[in-house]
């Protein structure tokens, strides 16, 4: 479980097929507390950590189902040395829930149609699966490349955020361009309630 807070910005050190994906990702996280087995938020993607190391930096590494690969940006925009990844440890009892609840489970691809400057801020507006639209209402949250974020307005599958300069310092939205595809996360709760209006 994750909050949708970034808290530090992954650069791939290298990808290699080995049956499934295996990455190789660097940090700033004390590897040291880091437990093999340990979940961790990659782009908003859920993945265990198989090893650590501090050579030459201190990096983890995680593999990646090829079911996984399918279902995110990960096959879409293809993992490779260089790439920047967003970062969020675990949930642990006690911890600030800065954001919102988020399991780490992609339901789908977004796509950025527009980036514009909104004073300091920029307005990203993306096109959701049409499945998907329907979860996402004005003002209410959504996890995007594991980023919570609120949304401000929603015609038809497409739906507005604005990203203080913040958060693109801290995460790699600074990086983002128009037509890239992001992790898209419907918030748990939008879901329950569409479900218990199909069964009213």
Same mark, same amino acid.
């Given at each position: 479980?994750?909050?949708?807070?970034?808290?530090?910005?992954?650069?791939?050190?290298?990808?290699?097929?080995?049956?499934?994906?295996?990455?190789?990702?660097?940090?700033?996280?004390?590897?040291?507390?880091?437990?093999?087995?340990?979940?961790?938020?990659?782009?908003?993607?859920?993945?265990?950590?198989?090893?650590?190391?501090?050579?030459?930096?201190?990096?983890?590494?995680?593999?990646?189902?090829?079911?996984?690969?399918?279902?995110?940006?990960?096959?879409?925009? +293809?993992?490779? &040395?260089?790439?920047?990844?967003? $970062?969020?440890?675990?949930?642990?009892? !006690?911890? #600030?829930? =800065?954001?919102? @609840?988020?399991?780490?489970?992609?339901?789908?691809?977004?796509?950025?149609?527009?980036?514009?400057?909104?004073?300091?801020?920029?307005?990203?507006?993306?096109?959701?699966?049409?499945?998907?639209?329907?979860?996402?209402?004005?003002? +209410?949250?959504? &996890?995007?490349?594991?980023?919570? $974020?609120?949304?401000?307005?929603?015609? !038809?599958? #497409?739906? =507005?955020?604005? @990203?203080?300069?913040?958060?693109?310092?801290?995460?790699?939205?600074?990086?983002?361009?128009?037509?890239?595809?992001?992790?898209?996360?419907?918030?748990?709760?939008?879901?329950?309630?569409?479900?218990?209006?199909?069964?009213?």
């Amino acid at each position: 479980m994750f909050t949708g807070i970034i808290t530090d910005i992954g650069d791939i050190l290298e990808v290699e097929q080995r049956g499934d994906l295996r990455a190789r990702i660097a940090t700033s996280y004390d590897v040291g507390g880091i437990d093999i087995g340990a979940s961790i938020a990659c782009d908003g993607v859920c993945l265990t950590v198989i090893a650590t190391g501090t050579d030459p930096k201190p990096w983890f590494d995680v593999e990646i189902s090829g079911e996984t690969v399918s279902v995110t940006n990960i096959g879409r925009n +293809g993992w490779s &040395a260089g790439k920047l990844v967003n $970062l969020e440890r675990a949930l642990r009892v !006690g911890d #600030e829930l =800065g954001g919102h @609840i988020v399991s780490g489970h992609v339901d789908g691809l977004a796509e950025i149609v527009a980036i514009e400057a909104e004073g300091d801020s920029k307005r990203f507006r993306f096109k959701a699966p049409d499945d998907l639209a329907r979860f996402i209402a004005p003002k +209410g949250s959504v &996890a995007l490349n594991g980023t919570s $974020l609120t949304v401000n307005e929603v015609d !038809g599958a #497409e739906f =507005g955020v604005n @990203i203080i300069p913040h958060t693109q310092m801290v995460t790699n939205w600074g990086k983002a361009v128009a037509d890239d595809a992001v992790n898209l996360e419907v918030d748990t709760m939008a879901r329950y309630v569409a479900r218990l209006q199909d069964w009213g």
